[in-house]
């Protein structure tokens, strides 16, 4: 079987994440989408919340399972009998960062591949910490993300849902 692991923080995940997932879905017979425990960056989701409003945000597609994992990327990826990295790529800063980590992997892992995916047009500039920043002052995001995490993200900051 094609197993492909699209490893990321998704604090929380966003429309941009969902389509990587179902594009990487139809690519692959099963994606491991791998939550990251404790990503180098302030969160404002548990590893169990994140993990929880994937696993919704993703239910509708019967070959993704949804799991956290700590350490090294390419370790988990071996794990779950991975043969290729998903990730998405944006505008050129994420490229480079991207290429960077992509080396790194390959010399931990030679035998991993890593496929990207180019973001679509409209979740071009759709980014968790955008959004955060902007439902954390009252924004209205709620076509960036899945409904249940608008929710969940207004709970978290305690502001009151948009009327629009
Ligand atoms: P990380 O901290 O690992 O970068 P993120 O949750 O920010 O975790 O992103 C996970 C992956 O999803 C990364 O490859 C990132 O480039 C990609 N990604 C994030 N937002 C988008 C988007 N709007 N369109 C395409 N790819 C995206």
Redesign the pocket.
């Known amino acids: 079987m094609s197993i492909a692991l699209?490893?990321?923080?998704?604090?929380p995940?966003?429309?941009?994440?969902v389509?990587?997932a179902a594009r990487a879905a139809s690519l692959f017979e099963q994606v491991v989408v791998a939550v990251?425990d404790i990503?180098p960056?302030h969160l404002l989701f548990t590893t169990e919340e994140r993990v929880e409003l994937m696993r919704k945000a993703l239910a509708y597609l019967p070959n993704i399972r949804v799991e956290s994992y700590s350490g090294l990327t390419v370790d988990f990826a071996k794990k779950m009998n991975a043969k290729a990295l998903?990730?998405?790529?944006?505008v050129s800063s994420?490229f480079e960062?991207?290429f960077e980590?992509a080396l790194m992997n390959k010399k931990l892992a030679p035998d991993m591949e890593l496929v990207?995916?180019?973001?679509?047009l409209e979740?071009?500039?759709?980014?968790?910490?955008l959004i955060k920043e902007a439902c954390k002052l009252g924004g209205y995001i709620d076509d960036l993300v899945p409904e249940h995490v608008a929710l969940a993200m207004r709970e978290k900051f305690a502001v009151e849902p948009d009327a629009r």
């Open positions: 699209y490893p990321g923080s998704f604090d995940v966003t429309n941009g994440h389509d990587i990251y990503p960056k998903v990730r998405g790529l944006r994420d960062r991207e980590m990207c995916f180019m973001t679509n979740y071009q500039f759709v980014s968790s910490s």
